[in-house]
């Protein structure tokens, strides 16, 4: 599971959870694996991001270090952030682990890189 | 000497013929302007006499670069030719091209060139062949330069029409063209995806690899967590177990398009509080399960008060329900308009009992509209059918409120099922049948 997935996942389909986002990670295993760099990618895709839960998700894997409170309006031309950002939402991965949901602390397993977000039908709302 | 033939003109319309594949003839018009959207070159057909049988096709395009262009994305189209002349008639043909300026039929001393002819629905021996080059040459053009059959600078073409494929040919053509080839289309990419040379197989995964191929990120969800995980039954004839590497992953690693992997989810699609409310897709593409080989179905319980004892959760299966058929389509349409980003397109495949489809059966949604929809027939009575749909608004809670709706529910009569797959399981059959044979 790379962190850009992450940001887009919440555990609201759990019955009565209105608050799951953003999952927590806790990882057992983690990697870095190398993804052709796309800067207009990361263009595009930055203001459809929330900020605060990539950055709170990067620290949990152990790949925070240096990334800035707040996102720059742009960051068109600066190549240092943009492949800092590259890495994090598409290099670094999840391979396994647990995803938990922050509002009933249930628990998502991720094996293989693949996160199982399937619940069982007395959970579903 | 630069050539005469191709020479831009600024953004003048100029007349181009498209050669069709004779395939798919529901996709070809469709498949055209949406390339036209996609590379964004203007184009004018006239549809009005369009007939989507006939190969063949003239439209206007402002440059050859266009031109190019289309043709590196399109699977439907054969080639692409400058249009030259045209007639009814290989006599009107040839008057229609002295009438020409000089300069538009000429091949200089030096530069080569090389004319072939081709009969669509009838074929032409060599000698009959032969005779129109020389009439051609000796009448209306002025082609000065070396013949070469291998690689020449310009290929020239007289493509002649005698009707839709399997009627009986008339002697004479209906139509001639007479066209400077410019680019050939992209059939050659569909045996380079063959079913039979790829790793995994298994049917809404298999589009991931053509949207990578054209540079999309792609994400996917399937609720068989056995499938993800490459351990599930294997789709492909003879083969007794998945093999370890068959996952969507390595797919796209055999074509080189692992960059362009995201993620895979085991999930269920009709949960759509599993996405944070934020549009994000350029497009959702998706074949949704038919019940053909992969039972519809969804996580859920008829029994109010089921419960799971602690000591069995970590091992247990959720129970799954049917899924029925109009209500994967309302909700694949609310889930495509909340979270399609804006002008983001939708595409699926809707089968469809041919003897009571009508217009009326394509669910709708405030928020999409309908760009295309073209049939697949299966056979005389089932087909499918693939919709198009566009975000044209963004979606409100309270505008939408009521969301997708269908006016007439296809699949309402219960024995929809049993004649669309008692007819399609004698389609696969005959398949096995052929495939074993």
């Keep these: 599971m790379k962190l850009l997935t992450h940001n887009m996942l919440t555990s609201n389909i759990i019955k ?4 799951g986002f953003p999952l927590g990670i806790q990882p057992s295993r983690v990697e870095v694996q190398e993804v052709d760099f796309n800067p207009d990618f990361i263009t595009r895709i930055l203001p459809k991001l929330d900020w605060p839960a990539l950055r709170q998700a990067a620290t949990e894997v152990g790949h925070g270090d240096g990334l800035p409170e707040a996102l720059p309006e742009s960051v068109d031309g600066d190549e240092g952030l943009q492949k800092m950002l590259h890495n994090i939402l598409l290099q670094v991965e999840v391979l396994e682990g647990e995803l938990v949901c922050p509002e ?3 628990k998502f397993p991720i094996q293989n890189g693949i996160p199982n977000m399937l619940l069982n039908e007395t959970e579903v709302s | 000497m630069a050539a005469r033939f191709g020479r831009g003109m600024g953004d003048a319309w100029k007349r181009y013929l498209f050669h069709f594949a004779n395939d798919h003839f529901d996709f070809k018009l469709a498949e055209l302007k949406s390339l036209a959207t996609t590379v964004g070159c203007k184009l004018r057909v006239q549809e009005e006499n369009y007939d989507k049988e006939c190969p063949f ?18 699977t439907l189209g054969r080639s692409l030719y400058e249009l030259v002349a045209e007639g009814r008639t290989f006599a009107e043909l040839c008057d229609n091209l002295q009438k020409l300026p000089e300069s538009q039929r000429t091949v200089s001393c030096n530069e080569s060139f090389r004319i072939q002819v081709e009969g669509f629905n009838k074929r032409l021996n060599q000698a009959a062949k032969v005779e129109r080059i020389e009439a051609l040459l000796e009448s209306s053009l002025k082609f000065d330069g070396k013949v070469n059959l291998k690689q020449p600078d310009h290929s020239f073409h007289l ?22 080839w410019v680019a050939d289309g992209q059939r050659e990419k569909i045996r380079q995806f063959h079913l039979q040379k790829r790793h995994f197989i298994g049917n809404t995964r298999s589009l991931l690899v053509a949207c990578a191929h054209h540079g999309a990120y792609v994400m996917g969800t399937d609720i068989d967590y056995m499938l993800l995980h490459a351990k599930a039954r294997p789709s492909r ?9 068959e996952s969507i992953r390595a797919n796209l690693r055999q074509y080189g398009l692992e960059s362009q992997y995201l993620d895979v989810l085991v999930a269920d699609a009709s949960q759509h509080t599993l996405w944070r409310s934020q549009p994000m897709f350029d497009a959702i593409i998706t074949d949704p399960p038919y019940g053909i080989r992969e039972p ?30 109009s209500d ?15 002008n983001g397109r939708l595409v699926y495949w809707l089968p469809v009992y041919r003897p009571d489809y009508s217009e009326a059966n394509i669910p709708q949604h405030p ?36 969301g997708a709706t269908v006016e007439v529910d296809h699949y309402e009569d219960k024995s929809f099922r049993e004649r669309y797959f008692r007819a399609n399981r004698t389609i696969i059959a005959e398949q096995e049948a052929a495939n074993n044979s």
């Excluded at chain 2, 031109?67 to 994305?73: E, N, P, S, V, Y």
């Excluded at chain 2, 493509?159 to 400077?180: A, I, K, M, V």
């Excluded at chain 2, 996580?299 to 058929?325: E, F, M």
């Design chain 1, 16 to 19: 009565g959870v209105t608050k």
């Design chain 1, 104 to 106: 009933t602390g249930r």
């Design chain 2, 57 to 74: 096709l003239e439209l206007q395009l402002q440059s050859e670069e266009d031109g190019k262009l289309l043709m590196q994305r399109s």
């Design chain 2, 159 to 180: 493509l002649e029409y005698y009707g839709h494929e399997g009627t009986r040919p008339p002697d004479q053509p209906y139509w001639l063209y007479f066209g400077r």
């Design chain 2, 237 to 245: 004839h003879n083969q007794k177990r998945r093999e370890k590497d």
């Design chain 2, 296 to 325: 519809t179905l969804k996580i859920g319980t008829d029994n109010p008060k089921a419960s799971i004892p602690d000591d069995c959760k970590d091992n247990h299966h959720p129970q799954r329900l049917r899924y029925h058929l």
């Design chain 2, 328 to 342: 994967i389509f309302r909700d694949l349409l609310n889930f495509a308009a909340r979270f399609l980003k804006m």
């Design chain 2, 367 to 402: 928020c999409l509209q309908m760009v295309a929809n073209c049939e697949q027939t299966l056979n005389t009575t089932i087909s499918r059918r693939l919709i198009t749909m566009e975000k044209i608004a963004e979606h409100q809670e309270q505008l939408s409120k009521e």
